[in-house]
DNA sequence: TATTGTTATACTCTATAACTATA
DNA sequence: TATAGTTATAGAGTATAACAATA
């Protein structure tokens, strides 16, 4: 699959498939001096495109990481996941009312103190999570599309460390 | 200046200097796989950060990108300016509007094309884009607290191949 | 007709504060 | 008194669409 001279296909090439468009991108000189300036709207764009990709599921990125909080610690408190997911408690009020009616996530009563409630995924949630997988990892390859593939491990690393859960420390 | 067992004080440690707070974070082992996620939460923590700290100036990060942008290509076009900070019309009419109203820039009539205004840095606004400087440093030291100097490099460089302006290809 | 800029508007996300029910 | 959760509301940021002036 090639073009008459030889060339890949455009849309193969990195650049093209790359979510920031065209080398160099019109801003680049100005800030990409600035880490903090690169972090935000890489941030930012990589979270757009994931909500646009979420869509036909219904689903936004937030509702993605608080199944995948509540896999890992299935009937946490809502107050778990203010802090499981640097929320706040009203964000996750309406994060859980949404899980429960579409059948993602149900509330229930916690018998040894029932000013709390413990939050559990249900067989659904768990089905939906697993097809937000391949979503994430087109994004993923879309977002990430100039970099080798030592570039992404290196880039995971040092996000992990970051934010100080690298797990080689 | 360190505690009297050798320790450096806890006030100088990456742990106690990160703008994420004590590791591991609660949402680290749900999440910390997923690139995108990671992307998403530092590059939004590191946003925030820094509109707190230019919050005393009156300014606001975008504010800071585009007097960046300004000062590399003075006169550039309201249009130019979308494209330059991917952002969108309405975007920059309100944010030149706020510069001129502060005198950070000023709109002046393109005679060759009266559609248009070259929008020109003032030297104030140089004098305020420069006391930025400092602050963005502070800022972006607490957000990478936890990096040595060569992961920094190391994430400067991948971000930058990440938007495809990476100046050594 | 197409383009530059402007205005008005709406929508999402997040933050805050007041409230309830339990402890 | 303090805590878990709820509700209402407001703000920032962004996106969209209709419009005016100019090309």
């Keep these: 699959m090639s073009e008459p001279d030889g060339r890949p296909v455009a849309t193969t090439s990195p650049d093209e ?3 920031f468009g065209s080398a160099p991108t019109p801003w680049s000189a ?3 001096g600035s880490t903090l300036f690169l972090l935000s709207k ?3 764009r990589a979270t757009k495109l994931y909500s646009e990709a979420l869509e036909p599921l219904g689903l936004r990125p937030r509702h993605v990481a608080a199944l995948r909080f509540l896999e890992s610690r299935d009937g946490a408190s809502q107050k778990d996941l203010v802090s499981g997911l640097w929320s706040d408690s009203s ?3 309406s994060l859980v009312d949404e899980f429960e009616r ?3 996530a149900e ?3 916690n018998p040894r ?3 709390s409630y413990g939050v559990h995924i249900t067989a659904e949630g768990r089905r939906v999570l697993r097809s937000t997988e ?3 990892e087109e994004v993923e390859s879309r977002v990430l599309a100039r970099l080798s593939g030592a570039q992404r491990e290196s880039l995971l690393r040092v996000l992990r460390s970051v934010i100080g859960t690298d797990p080689e420390v």
Tied chains: 1, 2.
């Design 113 to 115: 103190d029932r000013r």
């Design 30 to 32: 100005a800030s990409a």
């Design 91 to 93: 964000s996750v009020v």
């Design 102 to 104: 579409q059948g993602l």
């Design 107 to 109: 509330r229930r009563r």
């Design 17 to 19: 498939m790359s979510a």
């Design 42 to 44: 890489v941030g930012s």
């Design 134 to 136: 391949a979503l994430a």
